[in-house]
């Protein structure tokens, strides 16, 4: 059964592979305008700071020295197979989330439950 959900759900276009990975620091300007939301004026700007200034060393730092790559764009491009030093914009994002603790609560020293907050209506 497990076996046939993943080639209806890509059929029904509910899953999207990548065709192929494009590892940004080794592609040409064709290559770079072939891909949706990339045109020849942001190619240019790609190659020529890749040219000037050396290699991407991962998303942030694309975005940080290319004028108009926004964040959805980023997304955008990595869901297409773009690559930057070999990863996918997903998972150096994930791996950026910081993850944060619940505040702490601190017990009702009587009953050891949380205390109870107290507003004008309850007092």
Do not use: C
Not at 54 to 65: K, N, T
């Amino acid at each position: 059964m497990n076996r046939l959900l993943l080639p209806a759900s890509l059929a029904l276009g509910l899953i999207a592979l990548p065709a192929h990975a494009l590892e940004l620091n080794t592609a040409t300007m064709r290559q770079l305008e072939r891909l949706d939301g990339i045109g020849p004026t942001m190619a240019r700007r790609i190659i020529d700071e890749r040219r000037n200034h050396g290699e991407f060393r991962h998303w942030d730092d694309l975005q940080s020295r290319v004028r108009g790559l926004s964040e959805l764009k980023a997304w955008e491009l990595s869901d297409q197979g773009l690559t930057v030093a070999g990863e996918s914009h997903r998972r150096v994002f994930v791996a950026k989330v910081p993850y944060q603790a619940a505040p702490h609560v601190k017990p009702n020293h009587h009953s050891g439950a949380p205390a109870a907050k107290h507003t004008q209506a309850s007092q």
